[in-house]
């Protein structure tokens, strides 16, 4: 804020003062004191209105200072709103990364997790990864290809001989041996499932399919054997009902 010195005040004050100083010879002593009362009257009007108008400019510099502060406030601002969004989307991309990373984690996990699968009536619990297996294998022989299919089956049973689908695979072997009319390792596939897997609901199905490819093997002998010992051993079944009636043929 611009002040007025004492010095600036004098030559206002001798401005003022002059030309009274050069009329003060034609006026009287009271005249001349009342004279230099409005003087000084007039003096400090001039100097407050002087002083007024030096503090409207600085007042002036002053809001321009801080229209200057202002907009550079409102630059710092914007260069943060910036930032922000920038840091926002950054946030949210990380969000989204955790998610998709929450849910692969989530389905490899369930990759892992046993599930409740029916099989042949029975309820069990199998891996996803033996079920996918098992699924595949039964999907070459339905589609023909009985090599394939034994081949996969064959490798079922090695990795998985404690799964709920181990005998079923050991069946659908047999058949595919059966099928591609390699009866001897039918027969070899088929026993091991009366075997390693007794109590399976296969087994006399596996039973008259042995029976089968000692026939074709032309051994009526041991054809006979198995038929009788399926009946014995499986009397309410459909393969024993089956059974009887190739005994019956075999006479």
């Not at 503090?55 to 922000?84: F, V, Y």
């Not at 339905?142 to 181990?166: I, M, N, T």
């Not at 659908?172 to 075997?195: H, M, P, S």
Request: charged letters at 25%.
């Amino acid at each position: 804020m611009i002040k007025l010195t004492p010095s600036r005040l004098a030559c206002l004050f001798l401005a003022a003062w002059m030309p009274l100083q050069a009329s003060a010879g034609l006026l009287d002593d009271d005249e001349a004191r009342k004279a230099i009362l409005d003087l000084r009257t007039k003096v400090d009007n001039i100097t407050r209105e002087l002083q007024g108008r030096l503090d409207g400019k600085a007042d002036k510099s002053a809001t321009l200072e801080m229209l200057n502060q202002h907009e550079q406030t409102m630059q710092e601002l914007a260069r943060l709103r910036g930032q922000i969004e920038v840091l926002t989307n950054e946030i949210s991309k990380a969000q989204n990364g955790q998610k998709q990373l929450y849910a692969d984690l989530d389905a490899r996990i369930k990759k892992l997790e046993p599930r409740q699968e029916t099989i042949d009536g029975q309820t069990a619990e199998v891996m996803p990864a033996e079920k996918t297996a098992y699924d595949n294998a039964t999907a070459l022989f339905q589609s023909g290809d009985y090599k394939s299919a034994a081949a996969a089956l064959q490798d079922f049973v090695r990795r998985y001989p404690e799964s709920a689908y181990a005998s079923n695979a050991q069946y659908w072997l047999g058949n595919a041996y059966y099928a591609l009319g390699d009866y001897k390792n039918a027969i070899v596939a088929q026993e091991a499932l009366t075997k390693n897997y007794a109590t399976s609901a296969k087994v006399p199905d596996a039973m008259l399919n042995i029976a089968s490819s000692y026939a074709l093997l032309k051994d009526n002998k041991k054809a006979r054997a198995a038929l009788q010992q399926l009946v014995s051993r499986y009397p309410s079944s459909t393969a024993a009902q089956t059974a009887r009636d190739r005994l019956a043929s075999l006479k």
